[in-house]
């Protein structure tokens, strides 16, 4: 199982960037993706999630309205735009993938980020 996230890089505080998470030697339909981020020296943290049930969508409070996320089952792709990006944005976000929605209740709540499956982390710096 690979999930290859891209996509990052250096923005201006206002711009945007488009995430992707492409996943492989999984049954991606069967799992909820989700994005989380981690800053140095804080913790990590739930960005937002989008669950395989019926594809609704979930963001945590400091992206609402600035971030979407969508899927695309037959490409077993998940982006995140991002767009109205500050400079507390910056962080290094990766993917992770639970199957059957199992732990994305936890992961809005806050209450436990366990996931199947991670990928690679992507840098994104929102500096002038």
């Known amino acids: 199982v690979q999930l290859q996230a891209s996509g990052g890089g250096l923005v201006q505080p206002g711009g945007s960037l488009r995430l992707s998470c492409a996943a492989s030697g999984l049954s991606f339909e069967y799992y909820a993706i989700g994005w989380f981020r981690q800053a140095p020296g804080k913790e990590r943290e739930w960005v937002s999630c989008?669950?395989?049930?019926?594809?609704?969508?979930y963001y945590a409070d400091s992206v609402k309205g600035r971030f979407t996320i969508s899927r695309d089952n037959a490409k077993s792709t998940v982006s995140l735009q991002m767009n109205n990006l500050k400079p507390e944005d910056t962080a290094v976000y990766y993917c992770?993938?639970?199957?059957?929605?199992?732990?994305?209740?936890?992961?809005?709540?806050?209450?436990?980020?366990?996931?199947?499956?991670r990928g690679q982390g992507t840098q994104v710096t929102v500096s002038s």
């Open positions: 989008i669950v395989s049930s019926d594809h609704s969508t």
């Open positions: 992770a993938a639970d199957f059957g929605d199992i732990n994305t209740s936890s992961w809005i709540e806050g209450t436990n980020y366990e996931y199947d499956y």
